[in-house]
Structures are given as structure tokens and as C-alpha cells.
């Protein structure tokens, strides 16, 4: 149980407050409301552009970091394509300056043409490292377009293409800090060392002055049910060849989610997994091979992915995936091993909130999909799915025309 109290400034910025004593730091997480998929096709990747671009400079502050180091903090940040993340952590005697740091760049980013020239730089570096020249770094360059079709999730988070981000210019720059970059288009958790009066003083002596902007309300397209399998083969410079195959499956607020997360568990989530113990330890036709879900709020995809050992053909090693996943799909789950992977699952959410950080940052993600509460729903979600439940997602998302693959083969 995560306790927090909140309340909201007159501009609209949502504020989260996690007393937590026990510890000597605080933590100050910003969650902006806006990811890849509120991008335009025609210019991708700003979402993931503004993360960089927000640490080169603001209106007062023309180094960012320096501050914060000097009172002992460190920062962070990362970009997905549902939500754009900032944190600082720092000794809880220093929390007014990460809200002095963070309230200047949310009033105004010195939008400086070299500091948009040098992290353009960086951005196009980071795309060719990361995706293009590095082993499987392209998958989902693939992926993503072949099982979207009119959501914008059909684009990964560094964007479509490289020229997107080249041809980015200050006045798109400034349009999108200005749509989106806005109090009441963004949440604040302040956790740690911290009281809830402390914080409300702090909020409105620091945001409170930011003006609003006009109300972001998202209109997306929303992908069709997938009714014909897809694929695609391509060969590369890689160790060795692999197979990636996505399932269409709910968004985050879906009742269906948490079975649907199970199930990718029971498929793949370790060695014990059904995945594993058929085809890397039976069969030995794979050197590994996992299972997982992307947690999209949107529709998701539910991922396979194994790599195969030498000289075993693709086509072998596809229909090996397919009677795994054929077996999970009209076979009743046992219940012993559904409780064992809902045992899994509840120990990996204990420990994510080990962290004050880790904490703020569900806090955060928890308000930006309406109901910051959620964060205390997730032990129970996952332990009242059913076998019934978990058979039923499996028929539905399993489909062989619901997948679309990806055969990524070693060049020999």
C-alpha cells in the first residue's frame, strides 16, 4: 500500500504528495501527458526530442545540472510512447531546489538555436546507434508498422525516420512546449523524506505562477481488430538468426489486462516457462526465447522473442512457437501454475516500490491514467484472475490471424 495525499494548483498541474520519513531523501517526479503517439506521422520523434531538449537550458537556468549537483542530486528522464517522465533525486534538506529547476523549465525553455542544433545531434546519433547500426536494434522499426495499421503506435518512441528529427525547426519546437509542456497537461509527485504543508508551499510559491494552456484532449484512431496474420522476413549482419512475434492484445485499463499479462508469463516470463523448458530445453532449437507484454495504454502487444541456435531453420523453429502457443490457447491452464506465475508477478510489484523513486514514478503513471489509486489495485488485479478468465484471453489473443512475425535471419 503506497499512502499519498494531493491536491491541484489553479492551473490545472495535479500534485502528489508521498510521506515516507523513514528515508533522508525526497524525490521530485514530473509525468507530462504526452508520448510518441501524440505525435504527427509526418514529424516523429519530438516527444523523445523534448526529453533531451529539456536539460540543454531555461529561461533563468542555463545549466541544469550544475545546481543540482552542488546540493548532492541526480536527474533523469525517459521518454514512451504513452508519457514523457523527469525525475530528480536529492537529500530532502534540498528538495526547493528541484522545484526552482523544474518549475523554470516548465515556464519556459530558452529555446536557444544551438541547443536545438546540438541535441538534434545527439537524437540522430542515438537513433543510429541504437537502431540501425546495432545487432536487432531495427526490430521494431518493423514490428511496430506491421501490427499497426492506423494507431500511432506503428512508429517507436525515436521516431519513423531519421529526417523527422533533422528537419525539426524552433518553431515546432515551440509549438509543441507550448501544447503540451503545460501545468495542466502534467503531474507532480513529491515523495520521501517530505509533509504534505511543506509541499503545498513549495507548489504554489514555485508553479503556482505558470499559466495553463488550452486542455489536451487526445483523439486518437483506434486500431481495428487484426484478422489476417502477418509477415515479414529480412536478413542482417547479426549473430544469429531470430524470430519476433507480436500479438495483438487490450490497452492498460482493459479488464482483460492482467490475465493477458499472466498469460505472457506463463509463456516466457523465465527458464520455468513453457516457452523455455519445450524449445531451448527439450527441443534445443532455440539458445533462448521470452515472452512479455509492452503495457501500452492503448491496444498492446503481446511479444515473442527467441533466438536460435546454429543451423536450425526459421520455418522449423516458427511452427515449434506456434504448437507452444496453440496448446496454451485451447488447453485449460492448471491451477498450480497459474498461482505460481501469479506469485512471480505480485513479487515483482513488492519490489518495484522498494524505491521512494520507483513509487513516485507509479504514482505518477497511475494519475495520468485517471485514478491515482490504482497504484494500491495492482496486488489484487493480478490475484483475482482465473483460470476461466486466463482461457479466455489466451482463445482471443493467441490467434494465429492475430499475429504478425518478424523471421530476422543472419546473413551467411
Same mark, same amino acid.
Given at each position: 500500500? /503506497?499512502?499519498?495525499?494531493?491536491?491541484?494548483? +489553479?492551473?490545472?498541474?495535479?500534485?502528489?504528495?508521498?510521506?515516507?520519513?523513514?528515508?533522508? /531523501?525526497?524525490?521530485?517526479?514530473?509525468?507530462?501527458?504526452?508520448?510518441?503517439? +501524440?505525435?504527427?506521422?509526418?514529424?516523429?520523434?519530438? *516527444?523523445?526530442?523534448?526529453?533531451?531538449?529539456?536539460?540543454?537550458?531555461?529561461?533563468?537556468?542555463?545549466? %541544469?545540472?550544475?545546481?543540482?549537483?552542488?546540493?548532492? !542530486?541526480?536527474?533523469?528522464?525517459?521518454?514512451?510512447?504513452?508519457?514523457?517522465?523527469?525525475?530528480?533525486?536529492?537529500?530532502?534538506?534540498?528538495?526547493?531546489?528541484?522545484?526552482?529547476?523544474?518549475?523554470?523549465?516548465?515556464?519556459?525553455?530558452?529555446?536557444?538555436?544551438?541547443?536545438?542544433?546540438?541535441?538534434?545531434?545527439?537524437? /540522430?546519433?542515438?537513433?543510429?546507434?541504437?537502431?540501425?547500426?546495432?545487432?536487432? !536494434?531495427? /526490430?521494431?522499426?518493423?514490428?511496430?508498422?506491421?501490427?499497426?495499421?492506423?494507431?500511432? %503506435?506503428?512508429?517507436?518512441?525515436? !521516431?519513423?525516420?531519421?529526417?523527422?528529427?533533422?528537419?525539426?525547426?524552433?518553431?515546432?519546437?515551440?509549438?509543441?512546449?507550448?501544447?503540451?509542456?503545460?501545468?495542466?497537461?502534467?503531474?507532480?509527485?513529491?515523495?520521501?523524506?517530505?509533509?504534505?504543508?511543506?509541499?503545498?508551499?513549495?507548489?504554489?510559491?514555485?508553479?503556482?505562477?505558470?499559466?495553463?494552456?488550452?486542455?489536451?484532449?487526445?483523439?486518437?484512431?483506434?486500431?481495428?481488430?487484426?484478422?489476417?496474420?502477418?509477415?515479414?522476413?529480412?536478413?542482417?549482419?547479426?549473430?544469429?538468426?531470430?524470430?519476433?512475434?507480436?500479438?495483438?492484445?487490450? !490497452?492498460?485499463?482493459?479488464?482483460?489486462?492482467?490475465?493477458?499479462?499472466?498469460?505472457?508469463?506463463?509463456?516466457?516470463?523465465?527458464?520455468?516457462?513453457?516457452? %523455455?523448458?519445450?524449445?531451448?530445453?527439450?527441443?534445443?532449437?532455440?539458445?533462448?526465447?521470452?515472452?512479455?507484454?509492452?503495457?501500452?495504454?492503448?491496444?498492446?502487444?503481446?511479444?515473442?522473442?527467441?533466438?536460435?541456435?546454429?543451423?536450425? +531453420?526459421?520455418?522449423?523453429?516458427?511452427?515449434?512457437?506456434?504448437?507452444?502457443?496453440?496448446?496454451?490457447?485451447?488447453?485449460?491452464?492448471?491451477?498450480?501454475?497459474?498461482?505460481?506465475?501469479?506469485?512471480?508477478?505480485?513479487?515483482?510489484?513488492?519490489?518495484?516500490?522498494?524505491?521512494?523513486?520507483?513509487?513516485?514514478?507509479?504514482?505518477? %503513471?497511475?494519475?495520468?491514467?485517471?485514478?491515482?489509486?490504482?497504484?494500491?489495485?495492482? *496486488?489484487?488485479?493480478?490475484?483475482?484472475?482465473?483460470?476461466?478468465?486466463?482461457?479466455?484471453?489466451?482463445?482471443?489473443?493467441?490467434?494465429?490471424?492475430?499475429?504478425?512475425?518478424?523471421?530476422?535471419? *543472419?546473413?551467411?
Amino acid at each position: 500500500m /503506497i499512502d499519498f495525499q494531493s491536491f491541484v494548483l +489553479d492551473n490545472g498541474l495535479k500534485v502528489i504528495v508521498h510521506e515516507d520519513t523513514s528515508v533522508p /531523501i525526497a524525490v521530485v517526479n514530473i509525468a507530462y501527458n504526452v508520448g510518441s503517439r +501524440d505525435e504527427s506521422e509526418e514529424k516523429t520523434g519530438f *516527444a523523445h526530442l523534448f526529453e533531451h531538449l529539456m536539460f540543454g537550458g531555461s529561461k533563468n537556468i542555463p545549466n %541544469y545540472d550544475t545546481p543540482l549537483q552542488k546540493v548532492g !542530486g541526480n536527474n533523469n528522464a525517459f521518454t514512451s510512447p504513452d508519457l514523457t517522465n523527469y525525475y530528480i533525486t536529492l537529500p530532502a534538506n534540498n528538495l526547493e531546489t528541484a522545484f526552482w529547476l523544474e518549475s523554470d523549465r516548465m515556464l519556459a525553455l530558452s529555446f536557444d538555436p544551438q541547443v536545438l542544433d546540438v541535441q538534434k545531434k545527439v537524437v /540522430i546519433e542515438e537513433f543510429k546507434q541504437r537502431y540501425l547500426n546495432q545487432p536487432y !536494434g531495427d /526490430i521494431w522499426l518493423h514490428l511496430r508498422p506491421m501490427a499497426y495499421k492506423k494507431h500511432p %503506435y506503428q512508429w517507436p518512441t525515436i !521516431g519513423r525516420e531519421i529526417s523527422h528529427i533533422e528537419n525539426a525547426c524552433m518553431e515546432d519546437v515551440k509549438d509543441f512546449f507550448y501544447r503540451f509542456y503545460r501545468p495542466n497537461n502534467a503531474v507532480l509527485v513529491v515523495a520521501g523524506n517530505v509533509q504534505l504543508e511543506q509541499v503545498k508551499v513549495l507548489a504554489q510559491k514555485w508553479f503556482g505562477p505558470i499559466p495553463s494552456g488550452e486542455p489536451y484532449i487526445r483523439q486518437l484512431p483506434e486500431e481495428a481488430r487484426q484478422t489476417e496474420a502477418r509477415a515479414e522476413t529480412m536478413e542482417s549482419n547479426v549473430p544469429v538468426s531470430a524470430i519476433y512475434k507480436v500479438y495483438q492484445m487490450c !490497452g492498460k485499463l482493459s479488464p482483460e489486462y492482467h490475465a493477458t499479462d499472466l498469460l505472457s508469463d506463463l509463456l516466457g516470463r523465465s527458464k520455468s516457462a513453457r516457452l %523455455y523448458q519445450e524449445l531451448v530445453e527439450k527441443q534445443k532449437l532455440f539458445s533462448s526465447i521470452s515472452a512479455y507484454v509492452t503495457g501500452s495504454i492503448d491496444k498492446g502487444l503481446l511479444v515473442v522473442s527467441g533466438k536460435l541456435n546454429q543451423d536450425i +531453420d526459421i520455418q522449423v523453429a516458427n511452427t515449434a512457437i506456434e504448437s507452444v502457443v496453440d496448446t496454451l490457447r485451447t488447453e485449460t491452464i492448471p491451477e498450480d501454475e497459474l498461482q505460481k506465475v501469479k506469485n512471480q508477478a505480485e513479487s515483482t510489484l513488492v519490489f518495484s516500490e522498494l524505491e521512494p523513486l520507483n513509487r513516485a514514478i507509479n504514482l505518477a %503513471y497511475a494519475t495520468l491514467l485517471g485514478d491515482t489509486n490504482l497504484v494500491n489495485q495492482e *496486488a489484487h488485479k493480478i490475484n483475482t484472475v482465473t483460470q476461466e478468465q486466463l482461457h479466455q484471453v489466451a482463445q482471443e489473443v493467441l490467434r494465429a490471424d492475430n499475429c504478425s512475425t518478424l523471421n530476422y535471419l *543472419a546473413k551467411k
